[in-house]
Nanobody, 128 residues
Framework: QVQLVESGGGSVQAGGSLRLSCAAS????????MGWFRQVPGKEREGVAR????????YYSASVQGRFTISQDNAKRTLDLQMNNLRPEDTAIYYC?????????????????????RGQGTQVTVSS
């Protein structure tokens, strides 16, 4: 049983920072990609960031580029998301996700919300 457990969510004022962490446990598989996505009730999911564990390549959505940083610790099987200069529009439930297969058809990158494994989510609230 694969488990991804997020921590670090909370409430912060606009301009502040939060750091989310995701711990992977359970059945040991090699995740080729890990990432974060977020969702606001009634809105579509948004892939925020992802990292390819084999070579460290990262991808960010335009809405968080330059403010968020994704990082991994393969030995500890953890994934972090450092979020700086937070805005009210960043308010959402943030999910950690992982997959061993990062591409559709071998070439089209999957967004993080399409990864096979995901955690239960952690709430981030940014007030103005």
């Amino acid at each position: 049983q694969v488990q991804l457990v997020e921590s670090g969510g909370g409430s912060v004022q606009a301009g502040g920072s939060l750091r989310l962490s995701c711990a992977a446990s359970g059945y040991t598989i090699r995740y080729s990609c890990m990432g974060w996505f977020r969702q606001v009730p009634g809105k579509e999911r948004e892939g925020v960031a992802r990292i390819y564990t084999t070579d460290g390549r990262t991808y960010y959505s335009a809405s968080v580029q330059g403010r968020f940083t994704i990082s991994q610790d393969n030995a500890k099987r953890t994934l972090d998301l450092q979020m700086n200069n937070l805005r009210p529009e960043d308010t959402a439930i943030y999910y950690c996700a992982a997959d061993a297969d990062c591409y559709w058809g071998g070439s089209l990158p999957k967004p993080s919300y399409e990864f096979k494994y995901r955690g239960q989510g952690t709430q981030v609230t940014v007030s103005s």
